[in-house]
């Protein structure tokens, strides 16, 4: 059922996504095509939003701060995995795995690759003050429209 928390933490975790990715996208290889990087970082912060931080509102300052940095958590894994897949299907399409489990493995690999970039401080800082700042505003949501 849709509420206004859930609305609100959608749409701060779709730009608080979308913030990340921007700041992520110099810390990538170079040659990375970013064409839809943002938006589709977004997409996955809205549903993260509204899933998570959405559902878990009217507990406490407390809990609304874990559940916001378990939302940017969430959605920074999501995120991983996806475009890991995305990018394991396009080396596949080039035949660079000999087989399904060399994909699989490779998925994997792409993630933690991607995710060793992320020890550039701008983004984890973004997405942990962010995560923070979220699950306090969307529990004050929760208290003043429900």
């Known amino acids: 059922m849709p509420t ?4 609100f933490s ?3 975790f779709a730009l608080l996504a979308a913030v990340a990715a921007h700041l992520f996208i110099p810390v990538l290889p170079e040659g990375t095509q970013t064409k839809l990087f943002r938006e589709l970082s977004a997409v996955i912060g809205f549903f993260c939003g509204w899933f998570i931080m959405g559902r878990s509102t009217g507990r406490g300052t407390t809990e609304a701060i874990n559940r916001g940095l378990v939302t ?10 996806f475009f890991s897949i995305y990018f394991m299907i ?13 994909a699989v ?8 690759e991607y995710g060793a970039l992320l020890k550039h401080p701008a983004t984890p800082a973004v997405l942990i003050g962010g995560g923070i700042v979220g699950g306090m505003l969307t529990e004050a949501v929760s208290r003043r429209w429900t």
Do not use: I, N, Q
Request: cysteine-free.
């Open 4 to 7: 206004a928390p859930k609305l």
């Open 10 to 12: 959608a749409v701060f």
């Open 72 to 81: 940017a958590l969430v959605r920074l894994l999501l995120s991983l995995l």
């Open 90 to 102: 396009r080396k596949s399409t080039r035949m660079m795995y000999d087989g399904p489990m060399d």
């Open 105 to 112: 493995l490779g998925v994997l690999e792409l993630m933690l």
